[in-house]
Antibody
Framework: QLQLQESGPGLVKPSETLSLTCTASGGSFSSGTYYWGWIRQPPGKGLEWIGSMYYSGDTYYNPSLKSRVTISVDTSKNQFSLKLSSVTAADTAVYYC????????????WGQGTLVTVSS | QSALTQPPSASGSPGQSVTISCTGTSNDVGRYNYVSWYQQHPGKAPKLMIYEVTKRPSGVPDRFSGSKSGNTASLTVSDLQAEDEADYYCSSYAGTIQVVFGGGTKLTVL
């Protein structure tokens, strides 16, 4: 059974870069059958898709975040990562990694989420 | 890419049915039969309940059903039960690996 786990600093200073890693167990990023994405949820608010990637390295980003986001994969470690630059308080959120289908982009497996607070 | 529109709240009594709407545009909901619905309990990750408008993943009760007409998709929860109380989010494929979510609906079981 696939399990996803986010990890990274819970506190990031304004203007710095937020970096998170998602580690998969019970499954492989290299399977080629799925995309792997990041979604965030500010406290008390709704979900926002950040971006997704294929194991080959092809990436797709939310246009509103594209200039600040980088998603990458390390298949040897079965991990994929999120970097969000020039963060502000508005980037404070629970960040989830998740797997989604190639067709239709439905997210069928989610990590538990990790809260990242942007504050000095 | 604007968020899909959902009512902020919905409610129903145990045993009743409730329908939650999700309105998009001709570039997302109206164009693709790739609408998904997620259930989220407080402090938990979202759970996929419906995908491709009407399909239910294994293990999701058949009390949950989905439909779509034009630019609006709907989730119906029949025979409401206490454990259905949660936030519900819709999402839609919006082309070339682009995804847009709705703002969420808080479902209260009275």
């Amino acid at each position: 059974q696939l399990q996803l786990q986010e990890s990274g600093p819970g506190l990031v200073k304004p203007s710095e870069t937020l970096s998170l890693t998602c580690t998969a167990s019970g499954g492989s990023f290299s399977s080629g059958t799925y995309y792997w994405g990041w979604i965030r949820q500010p406290p008390g608010k709704g979900l926002e898709w950040i971006g997704s990637m294929y194991y080959s390295g092809d990436t797709y980003y939310n246009p509103s975040l594209k200039s600040r986001v980088t998603i990458s994969v390390d298949t040897s470690k079965n991990q994929f990562s999120l970097k969000l630059s020039s963060v502000t308080a508005a980037d404070t959120a629970v960040y989830y990694c998740a797997r989604h289908s190639m067709v239709g982009a439905n997210f069928d497996h989610w990590g538990q989420g990790t809260l990242v607070t942007v504050s000095s | 890419q604007s968020a899909l529109t959902q009512p902020p709240s919905a409610s129903g009594s145990p045993g009743q049915s409730v329908t939650i709407s999700c309105t998009g545009t001709s570039n997302d909901v109206g164009r693709y039969n790739y609408v998904s619905w997620y259930q989220q309990h407080p402090g938990k990750a979202p759970k996929l309940m419906i995908y491709e408008v009407t399909k239910r993943p294994s293990g999701v009760p058949d009390r949950f059903s989905g439909s779509k007409s034009g630019n609006t998709a709907s989730l119906t929860v029949s025979d409401l039960q206490a454990e259905d109380e949660a936030d519900y989010y819709c999402s839609s494929y919006a082309g070339t690996i682009q995804v847009v979510f709705g703002g969420g609906t808080k479902l209260t079981v009275l």
